[in-house]
């Protein structure tokens, strides 16, 4: 047994170790996690409500720092105003504690979360006012907080001799905790990273960074910025692949946690833009702006919204072209819809005339016996019958010949087609995409031209929609359309429905509305429902059918 388990270990150990290494597979684990934001953020928002409740029945000056500080731990990265909040009340507390270290480290949080608000002149006083002493803990990081802030100031400059000058700060700084943190510490591992780096040092960041790495807990927030350094060691050395691996183990560890101020996610996001990964990326940049202005991160808001513009065209470029695609596919499988339609015509009346001349020959076998003396006759008329049979048959062989004949050119057409479009797109030509796409008043005309069309299909299958759907809700609150109006909103919405189309997620993109928006309709219409409300869509489903 025992055998047997190793050796099913070591089966696995590459599969494993090949998932951990492989970007595409990290990519998957982030969808996953952006999918199910709201299992880790539920998770964060019980760990917070747990301390806040400790907080309140909690009466010594000392555990109500503790517990204040852990709430400023938590909010940091994830709500700056409410990390704001706990860093003055542990302030505070410190003061009316009156014990040197616990204050120092509540100014060093105020000045850390002053700094991600933007809130540079009030940090600037708080840090200005520290007193550094003897202690190396101390100066290692009054020094550490000083760079951190220098750096957002050079981050956030409006000119570039500013930017020149604290980013000189910041780099002052950085050199000066090296030499105060305690060795083989995690602020002095990523200080040290980031002396390398600037330095264009890279295997000795490497060297540094890549055996530290394993010993992070998962649950560590420096995970997420010891493995942001590695992908930028990789970026200066040209390593796409090992860089993008970096950004997604970053990002992943961002948003597990989870924290809204990040920017693995957001550098992801513009490395897959430019491997014309499009819908990605934008799902990226735009989880990255919501968070960061949920946090109120606001040099994150600034860095994201330079980028989601030239994201988003793409996006908006990506889905357009997806739908004039869809268009064109519609009309042509409309197009071999009607030749089949015509070919069944043709090959009904074939089989209608094969029918009738197996019923003469029955006939003239039935009156063999009394038809001796009109033989000839008979065989004349026999092989007539036959001659029509043979007739019939080719037809039937000539016209099957050509609607299978006529199907492969059509489906070759429809490949060729979709192979050119796949060129354009998976080879990054984007000039060329660009050109076939037509202004957005195009578009919009076209979206427009596309739902009367839709419309106008729709009622051509159901004529009766309109009239039957009207008596499935109160008779006091009809659908009323307006003069020029085929189909509204509301009736659309239910079409889809009752085309099998009921995923809101789906109508939503369809019509070009928000999903709370689509829920919103169907919710109100169910509440107007004539009969039980839950058997309203169900009702909707058997309009123009036989068995309702």
């Not at 597979?25 to 969808?31: F, K, S």
């Not at 009969?531 to 059918?545: A, C, L, N, S």
Request: hydrophobic share 40%; net charge positive; proline share 3%.
């Amino acid at each position: 047994m025992n055998r047997f388990l190793l050796f099913f270990i070591i089966l696995l150990l590459p599969l494993l170790l090949f998932a951990q290494n492989n970007p595409n597979v990290l990519l998957l684990e982030i969808d996953r996690t952006i999918e199910n934001n709201s299992y880790y953020t539920q998770k964060k928002e019980l760990k917070i409500t747990q301390l806040k409740a400790l907080l309140y029945h909690t009466t010594t000056p000392n555990r109500k720092y503790e517990i204040t500080q852990k709430l400023y731990n938590d909010y940091q990265s994830y709500q700056s105003d409410s990390a704001l909040v706990y860093a003055r009340q542990s302030f505070q507390i410190a003061e009316n504690l009156n014990e040197p270290e616990k204050l120092n480290q509540a100014k060093f949080n105020l000045v850390s979360i002053m700094g991600t608000l933007g809130m540079y002149k009030e940090g600037l006083d708080v840090l200005n006012a520290i007193t550094i002493t003897s202690t190396l803990n101390l100066k290692g990081s009054f020094y550490g907080v000083s760079r951190v802030i220098y750096g957002q100031m050079a981050d956030n400059a409006s000119s570039q001799q500013e930017k020149e000058k604290y980013l000189l700060l910041s780099k002052q700084y950085r050199d000066s905790c090296v030499n105060f943190y305690p060795t083989h510490s995690t602020p002095y591992i990523i200080a040290k990273a980031d002396w390398y780096l600037d330095n264009k040092k890279h295997d000795k960041t490497l060297d540094l960074l890549l055996p530290f790495f394993p010993k992070i807990h998962q649950k560590d927030p420096n995970r997420a910025i010891i493995s942001y350094i590695i992908s930028q060691v990789y970026k200066q050395k040209k390593d796409r692949d090992q860089e993008k691996k970096w950004l997604s183990i970053s990002a992943l560890s961002d948003l597990q946690l989870p924290k809204k101020e990040y920017i693995s996610l957001r550098s992801l996001a513009f490395l897959l833009y430019e491997d014309g990964d499009i819908e990605r990326a934008y799902t990226y940049i735009k989880r990255s702006l919501d968070d960061a202005v949920e946090c109120n991160a606001r040099l994150r808001t600034y860095e994201i919204s330079k980028m989601l513009p030239i994201i988003s065209e793409s996006y908006q470029q990506q889905n357009e072209t997806n739908k004039f695609q869809l268009v064109v596919f519609l009309i042509s499988a409309s197009f071999l819809a009607l030749i089949l339609l015509a070919l069944l015509f043709l090959l009904f009346r074939q089989m209608k005339k094969l029918s009738k001349a197996k019923r003469d020959l029955s006939l003239a076998n039935d009156k063999l016996s009394e038809l001796n003396a009109e033989l000839s006759t008979f065989n004349e008329r026999l092989n007539l019958s036959n001659n029509t049979l043979t007739e019939a048959n080719f037809l039937k062989e000539i016209y099957i010949g050509r609607y299978m004949d006529q199907c492969s050119d059509y489906l070759g057409k429809l490949d060729e087609y979709q192979k050119k479009l796949n060129v354009l797109a998976t080879t990054g030509k984007l000039n060329d995409l660009v050109s076939a796409v037509k202004s957005k008043q195009y578009i919009e005309n076209e979206l427009k031209e596309f739902y009367a069309n839709f419309d106008k299909t729709f009622l051509q299958l159901f004529p009766n929609f309109i009239h039957d759907f009207n008596t499935l809700i109160i008779p006091d609150e009809p659908i009323q359309l307006k003069e020029d109006e085929q189909l509204n909103t509301e009736l659309r919405i239910f079409a889809l429905i009752r085309l099998g189309i009921k995923d809101s997620a789906k109508i939503a993109v369809f019509l070009r509305y928000s999903i709370s928006t689509i829920y919103n309709y169907r919710s109100q219409l169910k509440n107007k429902s004539a009969g039980p409300r839950d058997e309203f869509e169900e009702k909707v489903m058997q309009i123009g059918t036989s068995n309702k």
